[in-house]
């Protein structure tokens, strides 16, 4: 795409929604979300979601063991496109969709439901796709009603958040080399973490934004967003 009069190429942003079948909770935020999706592709049972609030997704794919016949029928009937893989296969129902999404040219991916049901390793690794090597120049959030999360890598990050949020770190690398993050109660210099270390879980913001420095090495950056009326909804990260 060329910006008029300038004959640069400007990049297209393309928002999409994965649903999960996990719990979920349709805020008024994440209701915008859904409703100004450019694409939202269904995970298995996460068109179930999409039910109760009226919304067909452009996309079902998984293997189709947790969606009833008369959903799946029923999406059928209104031409929504349905990629059915195999119960034995080498990914989850949420990997495959995001990945579906991604060969559609999703920029900005929100993965939803993908918190609580009776599979915690399902959980771990739905947070987990976070830092999957597809998302490396993509913005992509799993976000619930009361949580945001995103994986931060190698680089400078600036993250507009609410002061008085609580906001915590958690290195999914075996080591993350020279954390540095200002904006908040108890500001880091240079830090590195080590995988299972809680050191740097429930700090504070007392600043609109947190700046974050890594060296080497990927964490998870969770913004606790319950009861501070803040919109998830809201475009909050900028990446370099």
Known sequence: MLEAGTGQAVETRMNAVVILAGDFRATPAIERVLREADLVVAADGGAHHLENL?????????????????????????????????????????????????????????????????????EAANLLLLAHPRLAAVDARFLTATTEVRAFGPGDHTCAVESGETISLAPITANVRGVTLAGVRWPLAAVDLELGSTYTVSN???????????????????????GDGTDPAADRTEMP
Do not use: N, Q
Not at 77 to 105: F, M, N, Y
Not at 106 to 119: S, Y
């Open 54 to 122: 009226e919304i067909t997704p452009g996309l079902l794919v998984g293997d189709l063991d947790s969606i009833a016949g008369e959903r799946r029928a029923e999406l059928d009937s209104r031409g929504v496109e349905i990629v059915r893989r195999p119960e034995d296969k080498d990914a989850t129902d949420a990997e495959l969709a995001l990945l579906a999404a991604l060969d559609r040219g999703a920029t900005a991916v929100t993965i939803l439901g993908g918190r609580g049901g009776p599979r915690a390793d399902h």
């Open 204 to 226: 504070r913001a007392t600043e609109p934004e947190v700046a974050l420095r890594i060296v080497d090495g990927v964490v998870l950056f969770f913004r606790d967003l319950s």
